[in-house]
């Protein structure tokens, strides 16, 4: 199972970025699907999650709520996070997160969000 998150780059303060998380290997199905962020000397955090369950219930950090959305799409076997009125807060190496299978999370490698003020 592979995670590959792609889309990030470098935006003005105020633009917008559309972050892909494509999962290969299994069907996302089912599973939880989430953002994170890391940016540099602080901890990772969460963004977003969505749920694996019919309707997929989401939850967003108070940092990210209102400006970002995050979707999946189970025919693409993808999770999407649409970050508008992007802040210089929230430049970051953003992490997808899903699962879980056989008890596990699995992370992709980061995509690498710059905003410029």
């Known amino acids: 199972v592979q995670l590959q998150a792609s889309g990030g780059g470098l935006v003005r303060a105020g633009g917008s970025l559309r972050l892909s998380c494509a999962i290969s290997?299994?069907?996302?199905?089912?599973?939880?699907m989430g953002w994170y962020r890391q940016a540099p000397g602080k901890q990772r955090e969460l963004v977003a999650v969505?749920?694996?369950?019919?309707?997929?219930?989401?939850n967003y950090s108070d940092a990210v709520k209102g400006r970002f959305t995050i979707n999946r799409n189970e025919a693409e076997n993808a999770v999407y996070l649409q970050m508008d009125s992007l802040k210089p807060e929230d430049a970051a190496i953003y992490y997808c997160?899903?699962?879980?299978?056989?008890?596990?999370?699995?992370w992709g490698k980061g995509t690498l969000v710059t905003v410029s003020s």
């Open positions: 997160n899903a699962g879980p299978w056989l008890g596990a999370y699995l």
């Open positions: 290997g299994t069907l996302i199905r089912m599973r939880d």
């Open positions: 969505i749920t694996g369950t019919t309707g997929g219930r989401t």
